[in-house]
């Protein structure tokens, strides 16, 4: 081992954390991705004082609708951002033990990403809950700016780059030039809105009640973003509301698809607005270069050829688009003239 590798071990970490509604992920400089998880934490229910933590992201995911009722198991963050202090701080310092170097005493320096255009609220309540978790500092990055870095964007340049993110909570398109988010519209509409809808659907067409986690495994099955010319179909087994006994049925991908229908137009509306509000210019670049969709709501089968239709500009799916946020924090940290030119003050 280089004088260099070892003086590196005793120093203190370099940590990326995306901290998602649906999922967080974990990067440190040196090793790279080192957690990737739920987003979920469950507690003993009490009247008063602080919570008392059962388990925190794979653990818990396993006890959402399943828990008894002293336990509760929810997401800390709503539609991207924090919806709960106690819990996500529990959260983050659960996330940063995955990141710890043994026998290294020196608190970590953290870079986290946020929504675009937050409020300075918000973002001092984030960067109080890195600190409080065990962070040195707190460094805030744009979550558009770190997908667009992770989808390999070249957000340095004059010509104009277009990130489509559909998470778990929310959507963001941006156009990104020389560093700068030029424009960005937000809808809180992602993943947790398709299960939602996908639940509600079912429940007013069939009388039957299902949970989230059901209405999830429909949307990974069959969910598509345009209809299909063969309908597929998945097994479900719900609750009738007549009887209140158990019943199975068949859904069909048309059914998903007329559950979520009126959310992904609200996700190409928005993508129209960021059109709309560019320069021609930059309108000319996109045109020619095109869009990335990256998030959970990337791997929804059609949604590339539904943008394309709807937008008419070129449109792709990142590689691998759970990760691409991740994999931007992960440049960023190797790259400090970057970090700098797109940290949040």
Known sequence: MDLRRLLSNFSANEIYIDLGTANTLVVDRQTGLVANEPSVISYL?????????????????????????????????????????????????YFLSKAKKPFIALRPKLVMSLPHGVSDIERKAVRECGLSAGASQVTLIEEPMAAAIGAGLPVESPRGCMIIDIGGGTTEIAVISLYDIVHCESVRIGGHAFDQAIVEHIRKTFQLAIGTQSAEVLKINIGCAVPLKSVDSHPIVGVDITTGLPRERMISSQDVY??????????????????????????????????????GGALLRGIKQRLLHDLGIPTRIDDDPLTTIARGGYVSLRDKFLLEQIAVD
């Open 45 to 93: 229910r009490t009247s008063s004082g602080p919570h008392q933590i059962v388990a925190v992201g794979v653990q818990a995911q396993r006890q959402l609708e399943r828990t008894p009722e002293n336990i509760v198991a929810s997401h800390p963050l709503k539609d991207g951002v924090v919806a709960d202090l106690d819990t996500t701080h529990a959260m983050l310092k």
């Open 258 to 295: 007329d559950a979520i229908a009126p959310l992904l137009m609200e996700i190409v509306e928005a993508s129209r607005r960021s059109l709309q509000n560019i320069s021609p210019e930059l309108l000319s670049n996109l045109v020619e270069d095109g869009a990335v969709v990256v998030g």
